[in-house]
């Protein structure tokens, strides 16, 4: 009697979704004429897309610039990013502004179709009217390319775009951003950003089995490409507080004096899309995330903390022998300097990093695989050793510091660990 009933629920469940999830089409137009818009909005609406990082997601590797085809691991398989250029064949050049709207608030397509949440609606819906229409003036102003949408590899369910409006019934809170009357006007200015256009908390917070960000984890960090997308809230393992001159100094030049510098995708964030926000609004994020990770009560135990880090600058004296310190002294500490020698902010204490304290290793193991910057990249610059250092080398180093620059238990399985973030 119980599986009669059980089939008849779920049977009820998809046709309420099949049922929910039904959108009307919104009907094609001619693209725009760029003379509609007001160079104004455009500018504007290139700082929004430059805040959301949307040429990051929907430009494939060598690609066209919002030509998409960049394909993004969900978890339940690829999803490529489509082309949002305004084509009006192979992009989005048909969709009206209100078509565009809805996709941004709703998560519904032009046709009605239902879109997967990785893309970030959930965060998109918070922006105000003004932003929206700045940011289609800004993509309908860019220049058109063909490209063929490539074929998604989510598996089923998770293919059924019906089954996403059940998913929005649960996980999907729509609405645009109401101020929090008793916090400052930079403070609300900072958290309409954080948690709409530049949707932190899309990497930096765990979700569950079903892809949703966990609400009560929000910026509790999470797994991300293979690097840790590190806690912003008051968990975050770093040995000093992230202040909020700390985190104007981090995104404005990627480099902070008491934290290091910004490396893997957060480099691209910080010297691609945020540099293109204003003083100002880096000031705002900078003071929404300097009050919700509680920095102001841990700034009193800074003093002891960065005593304790400069204390360890001469601990390898003595260490010469061991296989770990061995490779750091030669590998390393020509530019993470000795015990005599003052650091400039890029070069920063590493017993002040987060990658070595963290419970995560991973940012500590890609930073010495990959390096930080490049030819193209503005600030700090530090080679890749994946080339020169083997697994086994890569964990001895790692080892080494978390033992010495640090009073955390130690990293397990380590080669293991590199050897995973290799690959």
Not at 345 to 358: E, F, G, P, W, Y
């Given at each position: 009697?119980?599986?009669?009933?059980?089939?008849?629920?779920?049977?009820?469940?998809?046709?309420?979704?099949?049922?929910?999830?039904?959108?009307?089409?919104?009907?094609?137009?001619?693209?725009?004429?760029?003379?509609?818009?007001?160079?104004?909005?455009?500018?504007?609406?290139?700082?929004?897309?430059?805040a959301g990082n949307c040429a990051g997601c929907h430009t494939a590797e060598g690609g066209a610039a919002f030509g998409g085809g960049l394909g993004l691991d969900t978890g339940f398989g690829?999803?490529?990013?489509?082309?949002?250029?305004?084509?009006?064949?192979?992009?989005?050049?048909?969709?009206?502004?209100?078509?565009?709207?809805?996709?941004?608030?709703?998560?519904?397509?032009?046709?009605?179709?239902?879109?997967?949440?990785?893309?970030?609606?959930?965060?998109?819906?918070?922006?105000?009217?003004?932003?929206?229409?700045?940011?289609?003036?800004?993509?309908?102003?860019?220049?058109?390319?063909?490209?063929?949408?490539?074929?998604?590899?989510?598996?089923?369910?998770?293919?059924?775009?019906?089954?996403?409006?059940?998913?929005?019934?649960?996980?999907?809170?729509?609405?645009?951003?109401?101020?929090?009357?008793?916090?400052?006007?930079?403070?609300?200015?900072?958290?309409?950003?954080?948690?709409?256009?530049?949707?932190?908390?899309?990497?930096?917070?765990?979700?569950?089995?079903?892809?949703?960000?966990?609400?009560?984890?929000?910026?509790?960090?999470?797994?991300?490409?293979?690097?840790?997308?590190?806690?912003?809230?008051?968990?975050?393992?770093?040995?000093?507080?992230?202040?909020?001159?700390?985190?104007?100094?981090?995104?404005?030049?990627?480099?902070?004096?008491?934290?290091?510098?910004?490396?893997?995708?957060?480099?691209?964030?910080?010297?691609?899309?945020?540099?293109?926000?204003?003083?100002?609004?880096?000031?705002?994020?900078?003071?929404?995330?300097?009050?919700i990770n509680d920095s102001a009560a841990r700034e009193g135990g800074a003093p002891a903390a960065l005593a304790l880090a400069n204390s360890r600058r001469s601990i390898d004296a003595g260490?010469?022998?061991?296989?770990?310190?061995?490779?750091?002294?030669?590998?390393?500490?020509?530019?993470?300097?000795?015990?005599?020698?003052?650091?400039?902010?890029?070069?920063?204490?590493?017993?002040?990093?987060?990658?070595?304290?963290?419970?995560?290793?991973?940012?500590?193991?890609?930073?010495?695989?990959?390096?930080?910057?490049?030819?193209?990249?503005?600030?700090?610059?530090?080679?890749?050793?994946?080339?020169?250092?083997?697994?086994?080398?890569?964990?001895?180093?790692?080892?080494?510091?978390?033992?010495?620059?640090?009073?955390?238990?130690?990293?397990?399985?380590?080669?293991?660990?590199?050897?995973?973030?290799?690959?």
């Amino acid at each position: 009697m119980r599986k009669p009933i059980l089939i008849a629920v779920v049977a009820l469940f998809l046709a309420g979704c099949v049922g929910l999830s039904w959108r009307s089409a919104i009907a094609p137009q001619a693209p725009p004429l760029a003379s509609l818009f007001t160079s104004e909005q455009v500018a504007l609406g290139a700082q929004m897309a430059a805040a959301g990082n949307c040429a990051g997601c929907h430009t494939a590797e060598g690609g066209a610039a919002f030509g998409g085809g960049l394909g993004l691991d969900t978890g339940f398989g690829i999803a490529y990013s489509p082309n949002i250029s305004p084509d009006p064949q192979t992009g989005i050049g048909n969709w009206s502004e209100a078509a565009f709207a809805r996709a941004m608030r709703d998560g519904v397509a032009r046709d009605g179709s239902q879109l997967l949440p990785v893309f970030p609606y959930t965060h998109f819906t918070k922006l105000t009217d003004v932003d929206l229409a700045a940011l289609y003036a800004f993509v309908m102003t860019r220049p058109p390319v063909v490209a063929i949408e490539q074929t998604n590899t989510i598996r089923f369910p998770f293919n059924v775009r019906a089954l996403q409006a059940g998913w929005k019934l649960l996980y999907f809170e729509q609405g645009v951003y109401q101020n929090v009357a008793t916090k400052s006007a930079a403070w609300n200015r900072g958290a309409y950003l954080a948690e709409g256009i530049a949707h932190c908390a899309a990497c930096h917070t765990p979700r569950n089995r079903f892809g949703a960000e966990n609400s009560h984890s929000a910026y509790a960090g999470a797994g991300f490409d293979g690097w840790l997308a590190p806690p912003l809230d008051a968990s975050n393992p770093a040995p000093l507080p992230w202040t909020q001159q700390d985190l104007y100094d981090y995104l404005r030049m990627g480099e902070s004096e008491r934290h290091g510098v910004a490396a893997g995708a957060m480099a691209g964030i910080v010297h691609g899309g945020l540099a293109k926000l204003s003083d100002a609004d880096i000031e705002a994020l900078g003071t929404y995330f300097g009050d919700i990770n509680d920095s102001a009560a841990r700034e009193g135990g800074a003093p002891a903390a960065l005593a304790l880090a400069n204390s360890r600058r001469s601990i390898d004296a003595g260490n010469e022998t061991e296989p770990g310190a061995n490779l750091y002294l030669s590998a390393c500490a020509a530019c993470h300097y000795g015990p005599m020698v003052k650091p400039p902010a890029v070069r920063s204490s590493l017993a002040l990093s987060s990658a070595i304290t963290s419970d995560d290793p991973s940012n500590f193991i890609q930073t010495v695989l990959q390096g930080v910057g490049g030819a193209d990249t503005p600030g700090p610059y530090m080679p890749g050793f994946a080339n020169a250092l083997s697994d086994a080398d890569v964990a001895l180093v790692a080892s080494y510091l978390r033992r010495t620059r640090s009073d955390r238990p130690a990293w397990p399985d380590l080669t293991a660990a590199v050897a995973a973030r290799r690959r």
